[in-house]
Nanobody, 120 residues
């Protein structure tokens, strides 16, 4: 069984920074693409950033140049460094990853989410 556990959310003032972490655990063979999504109040869940196993990253236009996604393959962990935070970044942030636990079987997993609130 695979679990993704996020941490690092909280309350921050506009212009501040937070770093989210997502640790994968269980009988993992390999982790491929890792992603961060977010869902604001009354909104749909949107893709924020993606990172390949080799470290190639892509971002939503709304967070480009403010957020940085990274990963540590040895620790099965991904990160989201969020700088210059705005009130509109307020959302529940979810990590997501494509993981194999058995050779030839790739599945997509979600974390439980962590709340980020940007407010003065």
């Amino acid at each position: 069984q695979v679990q993704l556990v996020e941490s690092g959310g909280g309350l921050v003032q506009p212009g501040g920074s937070l770093r989210l972490s997502c640790a994968a655990s269980g009988s993992i063979l390999s982790i491929y693409g890792m992603n961060w999504y977010r869902q604001g109040p009354g909104k749909q869940r949107d893709l924020v950033a993606t990172i390949s196993r080799s470290g190639s990253a892509n971002y939503a236009d709304s967070v480009k140049d403010r957020f940085t996604i990274s990963r540590d393959n040895a620790k099965n962990t991904e990160y989201l460094q969020m700088n210059s935070l705005k009130p509109e970044d307020t959302a529940v942030y979810y990590c997501n990853a494509d993981i194999t636990v058995v050779v030839g079987t790739l599945r997509n997993y979600w974390g439980q989410g962590t709340q980020v609130t940007v407010s003065s």
